[in-house]
């Protein structure tokens, strides 16, 4: 039921860009995205629900492909600031409404 | 609002002891939920309540775990004879409401290490 995310890790360069996939097995209602710092507690990015929307936020977007029950989050002009690990949280569809987050993403941007 | 207020920040306790974490949610949050963080994992659910009532708990969590939200407000999470396995990052978060379109404000967690 834990969602699988890819790349296990990303080095950038300041200003080039990056995608973070998520994929269930399970039909999914929602996909949340979370940026953690080290040492840090994980930070709301955006939510996603079942329709295929997209969503934006600042250089920062992510998309919900319900025929997949993939998601997929786009940073764009990295930035030093994006360095974290990125989760993806996952609620299924007629499951309980709670969470299962994947393994993460660490996304390290370089000067 | 100061956000999600967790105690202790980080506790050691000796194998067998007993250890009780303190979540203070977002006032108006009427979700809570507490999940536990291993090095290099994501967060791994333990339970969530609606206000005092608690929907569902973690099969994988064995009876030694116990959590309360008296009142609807702050909640506990209770280990009794903890075990080195349990040494963990134990993060509390809050969300709005039962609608699941609100994201989780997380608290910066109890880092507990099991000696």
């Known amino acids: 039921q834990q969602p699988v995310q890819s790349p296990q890790a990303v080095i950038l360069r300041e200003g080039e860009d990056a995608v973070i996939n998520c994929s269930s097995s399970k039909a999914l209602y929602s996909v949340h995205w979370y940026r953690q710092k080290h040492g840090e507690a994980p930070v709301f990015l955006m939510i996603l629900l079942k329709g295929g929307e997209q969503k934006g936020h600042d250089k920062i977007s992510a998309s919900f492909n319900e025929k997949k029950q993939q998601s997929s989050l786009y940073l764009t002009a990295s930035q030093l600031s994006y360095s974290g690990t990125y989760f993806c949280g996952t609620e299924t569809q007629g499951g309980s409404e709670k969470l299962v987050f994947g393994k993460g993403t660490k996304l390290t941007v370089n000067p | 609002d100061t956000g999600v207020s967790q105690d202790p920040r980080h506790k050691i306790t000796k194998r067998g002891q007993n250890v009780t974490f303190r979540c203070d949610p977002i006032s108006e949050h009427n979700r809570l939920y507490w999940y536990r963080q291993t090095l290099g994992q994501g967060p791994e659910f333990l339970t969530y309540f609606q206000n005092e009532a608690q929907l569902e708990k973690s099969r994988l969590l064995s009876d030694r775990f116990s959590a309360e939200r008296p009142k609807g407000s702050f909640s506990t999470l209770e280990i009794q004879r903890t075990e080195q396995g349990d040494s963990a990052m134990y993060l509390c978060?809050?969300?709005?409401?039962?609608?699941?379109?609100?994201?989780?404000?997380f608290g910066s967690g109890t880092r507990l290490t099991v000696v």
């Open positions: 978060a809050s969300s709005p409401s039962a609608d699941r379109i609100s994201g989780y404000t």
